[in-house]
T-cell receptor
Framework: SQQGEEDPQALSIQEGENATMNCSYK?????LQWYRQNSGRGLVHLIL?????REKHSGRLRVTLDTSKKSSSLLITASRAADTASYFC??????????FGEGTQLTVNP | GAVVSQHPSRVICKSGTSVKIECRSL??????MFWYRQFPKQSLMLMAT?????????EQGVEKDKFLINHASLTLSTLTVTSAHPEDSSFYIC??????????FGPGTRLTVL
C-alpha cells in the first residue's frame, strides 16, 4: 500500500503555541482527511478537505491542501495540553479507501 | 455522529488459538467495513475491505486464510485471527462506511498473543 509521509514525526510545544503538521501523498485523491488518536484508542475524525478546496477551518483547526504538490498541512492554534495525541492524515482515493500517513506525535506541555 | 463499537476491547490468548473480533455499526447501516492493523508507534495499515454479503478484498501481503472476515449483515463484521502467533499481537481497528466519503472508526481491539 502507498503510505503518505508526515512531518515532523514528533512535535513538542508549550501550551498556547501553534502546532503545524505536514502531510504528503502520492496519488490523485478525492479528499484528504485528518484524524486524531489518543494513545491506545480509536481514531477521531477532525476535518475533511475536498480535492477542489484549498483551505478549511474548524474551530482551532486550519487545514490547507495543495494538490499540485500533493501535500496538506494541519494547523492547531492556541494549543492545549488536551491536544496531546497522534495526528494522522489520510488520503481518500477510489471509493471509501483511505491511505494513512505515518502520523505526528504531538505533545503539548502545560 | 455515527457510532462504531468493537468487542472485545482487549484480549490475551495463547499461541495457536483463534480469536474473533466483532465490529458493529450501532446507528447506521454500513455497506462497507474496513479492518486495519496498527503496530506500536506506527500508522494504520489496511488489511481488508468487506462489503455486506460478499467476500472481503484483502490487501497485498495479508493472508486471507489467517485473517477470516465475515460481513454477514449491514451492522456487523467479524475478524477472526486463526492460529494466532505472538507476531499477530497488535491493535486491530475497524471502520464502517455508509457512503463513499466518511469512515467511522471503532475504538480498537488490543490483541496480545502469548
Amino acid at each position: 500500500s502507498q503510505q503518505g509521509e508526515e512531518d515532523p514525526q514528533a512535535l513538542s510545544i508549550q501550551e498556547g503555541e501553534n502546532a503545524t503538521m505536514n502531510c504528503s501523498y502520492k496519488t490523485s485523491i478525492n479528499n484528504l482527511q485528518w484524524y486524531r488518536q489518543n494513545s491506545g484508542r480509536g481514531l477521531v475524525h477532525l476535518i475533511l478537505i475536498r480535492s477542489n478546496e484549498r483551505e478549511k477551518h474548524s474551530g482551532r483547526l486550519r487545514v490547507t491542501l495543495d494538490t499540485s504538490k500533493k501535500s496538506s498541512s494541519l494547523l492547531i492554534t492556541a494549543s492545549r495540553a488536551a491536544d496531546t495525541a497522534s495526528y494522522f492524515c489520510a488520503a481518500q482515493t477510489s471509493g471509501s479507501r483511505l491511505t494513512f500517513g505515518e502520523g505526528t506525535q504531538l505533545t503539548v506541555n502545560p | 455522529g455515527a457510532v462504531v463499537s468493537q468487542h472485545p476491547s482487549r484480549v490475551i490468548c495463547k499461541s495457536g488459538t483463534s480469536v474473533k473480533i466483532e465490529c458493529r455499526s450501532l446507528d447506521f447501516q454500513a455497506t462497507t467495513m474496513f479492518w486495519y492493523r496498527q503496530f506500536p508507534k506506527q500508522s494504520l495499515m489496511l488489511m481488508a475491505t468487506s462489503n455486506e454479503g460478499s467476500k472481503a478484498t484483502y490487501e497485498q501481503g495479508v493472508e486471507k486464510d489467517k485473517f477470516l472476515i465475515n460481513h454477514a449483515s449491514l451492522t456487523l463484521s467479524t475478524l477472526t485471527v486463526t492460529s494466532a502467533h505472538p507476531e499477530d499481537s497488535s491493535f486491530y481497528i475497524c471502520s464502517a462506511s455508509a457512503g463513499p466519503r466518511e469512515q467511522f472508526f471503532g475504538p480498537g481491539t488490543r490483541l496480545t498473543v502469548l
